[in-house]
């Protein structure tokens, strides 16, 4: 099965401050990936998919990139509605899915 | 509007059996691969199971396997969670989810695993 490692579990930012979250998988996968976000109490909501594209409605600030096994979800100027947690999410055709284990994004 | 409405979650002694429901409206279900995802009290995001669009194909999480069978009814805009043998670690939210095309979730519906 295939493991993605998230990082950090946990990050302290300011309003503005650009940040950026890394997922590496066990082993090479297609771009069949996103990046969510999600809030206390809701449903997680998708920010990116095929690792790279911006879900329509998202603001442009947030962008995704990588490929292979390597996977980064950017944040380019921090904004209060930002904080939450955010979980990458690989979901490749006709194998097993998985999840991120999550980064805490919190005011400083 | 697009939605999905789960049903079926509560509380279950260990060991027990439950079956969860969730219901699509508003787009043509049968044309995507449909999941659930869960969510235990205060942890992360867990995969569970997907279904292929035709039903054809289903895959597991490894935690789940053997335990938990998804299904759907593409004439009903259906699909299923059979979960059996339940363990008091399969407490979560339990999410109906389609994350290939649109990302539809629904609301969740809880299930409890308790004596």
């Known amino acids: 099965d295939i493991q993605m490692t998230q990082s950090p579990s946990s990050v302290s930012a300011s309003v503005g401050d650009r940040v950026t979250i890394t997922c590496r998988a066990s082993q090479v996968i297609r771009n069949e990936f996103g990046w969510y976000q999600q809030k206390p109490g809701k449903v997680p909501k998708r920010l990116i998919h095929?690792?790279?594209s911006l879900q329509s409605g998202v603001p442009s600030r947030f962008s995704g990139s990588g490929s292979g096994t390597e996977f980064t979800l950017t944040i380019s100027s921090l904004q209060p509605e930002d904080f939450a947690t955010y979980y990458c999410?690989?979901?490749?055709?006709?194998?097993?899915?998985?999840f991120g284990q999550g980064t805490k994004l919190e005011i400083k | 509007q697009v939605q999905l409405v789960e049903s079926g979650g509560g509380l279950v002694e260990p060991g027990g059996s439950l079956r969860l429901s969730c219901v699509g409206s508003g787009f043509t279900f049968s044309d995507y691969y449909m999941s659930w995802i869960r969510q235990a009290p205060g942890k992360g995001l867990e995969w569970v199971a997907y279904i292929t669009a035709s039903g054809s194909a289903t895959f597991y999480a490894d935690s789940v396997e053997g335990r938990f069978t998804i299904s759907r009814d593409n004439a009903k805009n259906s699909l299923f969670l059979q979960m059996n043998s339940l363990r008091v670690e399969d407490t979560a939210v339990y999410y109906c989810?389609?994350?290939?095309?649109?990302?539809?979730w629904g609301q969740g519906t809880m299930v409890a695993v308790s004596s």
């Open positions: 999410l690989q979901h490749n055709n006709y194998l097993r899915w998985t």
């Open positions: 095929s690792a790279s």
């Open positions: 989810a389609e994350i290939f095309g649109l990302d539809i």
